[in-house]
């Protein structure tokens, strides 16, 4: 239900441009469809060529034609300027090179007063902080998650106004993140 209450941050409508960044599998691509219909356009951006290869199997069993899957670095990823209605970025800008570079493209791309969602995750806060040794351990072993990137502060430097919820004593936050100007 998380990728539903993302998408929905977003504000998109049907027609719309939006940019998955990061599409993994194409988890998000459903609720993205659903949103801008068959007129808008999705932009599915992934490293791995085999994420890819799932989220396109997902697209043509479900007969989506709009959605432009490009396999590439999201760090040197070129967008025209405001050219998107939208993006959204679920538990990738953590674990991924480049971050700062990445969300720097989505900013110039996004429209005035377009939004950038991400959900994502960093170390506990509060009283769950005691777990992140343990966490930092586990994760290390199981995912490419980087627990010492600060990936609230990065967007924050491109979105000032931005509105972070954490949940899940911490770990967890989706920003949304507006484009101003």
Not at 99 to 116: G, M, Q, S, Y
Not at 123 to 139: A, D, E, K, M, S
């Amino acid at each position: 239900m998380l990728e539903k209450r993302v998408i929905e941050a977003i504000e998109l409508q049907k027609g719309d441009t939006v940019l998955d960044l990061g599409c993994g599998s194409g988890v998000n691509l459903v609720h993205l469809h659903e949103v801008v219909g068959p007129a808008g356009k999705i932009i599915a951006l992934d490293y791995s060529e085999e994420m890819l290869a799932v989220a396109k199997a997902l697209a043509v069993e479900h007969g989506w034609q709009n959605i432009q899957f490009i396999q590439g670095n999201a760090a040197k990823m070129e967008l025209p300027r405001h050219s998107l209605d939208g993006a959204v970025c679920t538990l990738v800008l953590s674990a991924m090179p480049g971050e700062d570079a990445a969300i720097r493209t989505v900013a110039i791309a996004l429209k005035p007063h377009r939004k950038f969602v991400v959900f994502d995750a960093k170390p506990f806060t509060g009283i769950g902080r005691i777990l992140n040794p343990i966490t930092y351990l586990v994760f290390k072993y199981t995912t490419n998650w980087n627990y010492r990137k600060n990936v609230v502060g990065i967007l924050r430097q491109h979105f000032p106004n931005m509105v972070v919820t954490e949940f899940n004593s911490g770990c967890n936050f989706i920003a949304v993140a507006q484009q101003e100007k």
